[in-house]
């Protein structure tokens, strides 16, 4: 779990930083909701680590498990395209190594490369702690910005009575 956790924060990170998606048209209520919950994710990244660390923090254990995890993560990420692609009506397509590849040089998504290469290593360290990677106060700044909670913001301020407006007989 604890290395799973080093992929979604790095992920969130990604997400609420890349723009590619906005560029895309994507919903804009689906991209709120996935970026909410990439800043979630990195809110809650050092958490299983360092239950690990507490109760055996062995290196050889958690750098087995990322070597583990790190193809079953990519495997689990095809199969999920794979089976929301095919259950999707609106769209005929299959999923194909090449258009992963081709929406990474789009930024539309992290680049197969990135999460089997570049992002594995650096858990690897002996020092390594999440608190090292993505940015608590970047995922707080989004959560206080996100679309969703500007609107709910909004609409409490809306059901508030006003303050100025008096209807106490008197
Ligand atoms: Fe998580």
Redesign the pocket.
């Known amino acids: ?1 604890a290395a ?2 080093h992929f ?2 790095v992920l969130g990170q990604w997400v609420i930083q890349n723009r590619g998606l906005d560029y895309a048209g994507t919903d804009p209520v689906m991209l709120d909701l996935l970026r909410w919950h990439g800043a ?2 990195i809110e ?2 050092s ?2 680590f360092d239950v690990y660390q507490n109760i055996c923090g062995n290196y050889v254990i958690r750098a087995f498990s990322m070597l583990m995890t790190a193809p079953l993560f990519v495997s689990w990420w095809i199969a999920g395209a794979r089976y929301l692609m095919a259950n999707d009506p609106t769209i005929d397509a299959k999923w194909r190594w090449r258009d992963w590849l081709r929406a990474a040089r789009q930024y539309k998504l992290p680049g197969p490369w990135r999460i089997l290469v570049t992002v594995p290593p650096r858990y690897l360290r002996p020092s390594h702690h999440p608190s090292t990677e993505a940015s608590t106060q970047m995922a707080m700044d989004y959560l206080e910005h996100s679309p969703a909670a500007t609107a709910a913001r909004e609409k409490g301020a809306r059901a508030q009575p006003d303050p100025d407006d008096d209807h106490s007989p008197g």
């Open positions: 779990m799973l956790e979604t924060a979630e994710e809650h990244r958490l299983v």
